[in-house]
């Protein structure tokens, strides 16, 4: 039995989900798409898990709108990075999701697994020394770490376009897209702010084959993507120096109107806004750091358009290599 | 590891080449050329409709439209009920709920995504899902022949609209 889910969001959540970003030049960072290494580090090796809850969805109007009834969609990701120092200010990094899908209809069921889209990055930090301050003496204080890089999406995942017979299986997006990032990241103990902003850029491809059916060709491109996240912190020193650092962040999220054979695809449009909290534990040399997040789009009319509102909660864990 | 790779390079090196497999027109079937077969499903208010009853009404086809309730579907539905039934106004429109499973919860589904104005079948079982080898989006025509003139993802509607203006 055929069972069909284009769960696009879920595979937009794998490449949408907001950067969650702490006092990145001083204990590294990024989330589960994109890996910051801290200054004067030679590694990093980053786990993380993603709980992915769907609530409902905006349509294509930005009204919210429930899921089906009797519906429980679930995905689940585990996310291998891996970043590593090229030279004082370049940095490389690779992020392997896999992913898990369980999906509960009221007619149907659906379980499936299989790797995701993979990311790979290239990070300058315009900066040579740590820009994390106790106090502000000068007015060079108040300068922030800038990261500088370029983010491709290479699609490892199971799209929609793939040999798939069962569209349940979906873990990727099928396309290649490549990014602009730039971050800025200040911390003045104990606050700290950051604000992430990034370009994207999908490159159409071919399309011959539509969930394991082949079909007249056509090309097809997803439009321009942009993402902004802003986070604010606060760092709290235990006795034995190790921290725990508690955010708030809010991203907005979109995508323009995709083509189809050059025609405009308004069905790919996308919009989505989400809040987001989270708590990291660094030892006191920030060798390790532990992080919990949790990832809220906000269910209400006007917070999104053509996407899915979910709830995504993170357990991860970071170690640093000097 | 090595199953999860089958079929990467499928995304990372697309094609373009038409695949498509020659389809035996003489024969029944739910391929583009070939006569469908006969089913029949309840729409959310109970009554059982068949495709051949429809068709044998005169009218020029019917349009299947495989729903599944999400973001996507919406934004196919909404643009198919703005931009293409109105141009249409002897052809049978329907969604096909087929995740449902049952009258009163496909019912519910249809009212509470705006739907109340298009005819919504429920394929309980996914019995013409997989007949027809759909997928979510899925979008099917049928000419008052019981021919099948389309069998694939609706995309933007230029195709369904097309499809429509060729019938015979």
Known sequence: MKLSRTKMALIGVICFSPQSLWAASCCGGGSATSLVLPKFSTSMINIALDIEDYNGYWDSNGDYKDDPPGSDLNQYRLNFGYAHRLSSRWQAAIVVPYVWNSNQYAGLSSNTNGLGDTTLGLTYEAFDGIKCVWKVRDWKDLVPAAYFGMALTVPTGISPYDDVVNSFDITGRGFYRLDANMLLDKTIYPWNASLLLSYGKYLERDVNREYGNYVEPYKKELGDRMLGTASFGYTHFLENMDTMTFTFTYSHLEEDAGSIDGRPDYSSEMEKNSVGAIAAYSTMNRDWVYKLTYIHAIPDSGQGQNFPVTDILTVGVSHVFR | ?168
């Open chain 2, 1 to 168: 590891m090595l199953s999860a790779c089958d079929g990467m390079t499928d995304d990372m090196l697309p094609s373009g080449t038409d695949e498509r497999p020659e389809v035996d027109t003489s024969i029944m079937g739910t391929q583009v050329g070939q006569q469908s077969p006969d089913f029949a499903m309840f729409d959310t208010l109970g009554n059982s409709r068949g495709l051949y009853a429809e068709l044998d009404v005169p009218h020029d086809g019917v349009v299947l439209y495989f729903n599944m309730w999400c973001p996507i579907c919406d934004s196919h539905a909404s643009h198919m009920r703005a931009n293409v039934i109105p141009l249409f106004p002897d052809v049978s429109f329907f969604l096909v709920d087929y995740v449902s499973g049952t009258i009163s919860v496909s019912r519910d589904a249809q009212l509470a995504n705006g739907y109340g104005d298009i005819e919504t079948l429920v394929d309980t079982g996914q019995v013409v899902f997989d007949m027809y080898g759909a997928s979510m989006g899925t979008t099917v025509v049928i000419g008052n022949d019981r021919v099948v003139r389309m069998n694939e993802d609706y995309k933007d509607g230029v195709k369904l609209t097309e499809t429509l203006q060729a019938l015979p």
